[in-house]
């Protein structure tokens, strides 16, 4: 019996241990660069507020209708991806950055809806991720009208859909490589956008400085950043902003 109680104890102290590592690690996440955050909150063009579950980004002139919800990449600051979309932003479409639960998207199961009402005036819906937050997005895409994937690629088969999609990946990502981008391009519509930035890393898409397996990039972020800015603008344009397809 005192045997049966001690290989009880050690089997509980060894899985408490697990969960408190796995915590910690979890938590550990790549902060985004404060200068690049600072440049977002100083352009009276963008209004940002943190609205407890996601990052609101918002214009404050002219709005088009469309709203982008955006899931981070595995253990990235959600105010990372800022930057990228200041210009997407300042253009008129919103952005809603999610906060996925313990920064991991797969633990994430809240549907797009509570997101969406952070922004109840748009009319038009896409969900968009980086890296492992692409491969979320794919899987809540039948609840969008677009997805957007940066520097990512799905997992499950929506080549059937209607959706609008654009995939913006880089030639020196060290983790979504150009192979495996074209390896998952099957399982995407026909009607796909496909735009591959030469230069740009998997750390290109956010500002939250080098990433562990990844390439040196051989372009600026600015420049990166630029011509991601210029894909997705171009994608909106094509979205249904008057009305959803849903």
């Keep these: 019996m005192n045997r049966a109680l001690r290989w009880t104890a050690w089997v509980v102290a060894v899985v408490v241990l697990i969960a408190v590592v796995f915590l910690v690690w979890a938590n550990i996440v790549m902060q985004g660069t404060r200068s690049a955050a600072l440049q977002v909150w100083r352009d009276d063009r963008v209004a940002v507020r943190d609205a407890g579950d996601a990052v609101v980004m918002t214009p404050t002139g002219t709005a088009n209708g469309v709203g982008i919800v955006f899931i981070p990449g595995a253990k990235v600051d959600p105010y990372a ?12 479409t919103t952005v809603v950055i999610t906060k996925p639960t313990l920064h991991l998207a797969f633990f994430d199961t809240r549907p797009l809806s509570t997101f ?4 109840p005036d748009v ?10 937050g692409g491969v979320r997005a794919c899987q809540l895409a039948k609840d ?3 997805l957007l994937l940066l520097g990512s690629y799905c997992a499950n088969d929506i080549s059937r859909s209607y959706i609008q ?3 913006v990946s880089g030639s020196r990502d060290g983790l979504s490589t150009p192979a495996k ?10 009607t796909a956008t496909m735009t591959e930035i030469n230069g740009a890393n998997h750390a290109a898409f956010g500002a ?8 040196t990039a ?21 979205l249904p902003a008057g009305s959803s397809l849903r």
Aim: a negative charge.
């Design 123 to 132: 009319r038009s819906w896409a969900v968009g991720g980086h890296s492992l």
């Design 81 to 92: 991806y800022m930057a990228t979309f200041r210009q997407v932003v300042a253009s008129g």
């Design 116 to 119: 969406e009402s952070h922004a």
């Design 208 to 215: 939250y400085g080098d990433q562990p397996g990844d390439r």
């Design 181 to 190: 981008v074209d390896a998952a391009r099957h399982l995407l519509p026909s």
């Design 144 to 146: 969008a009208d677009g």
């Design 165 to 167: 999609v654009l995939s």
């Design 218 to 238: 051989t372009i600026s972020p600015a420049d990166a950043r630029s011509q991601i800015t210029a894909a997705v603008e171009r994608w909106v344009s094509a």
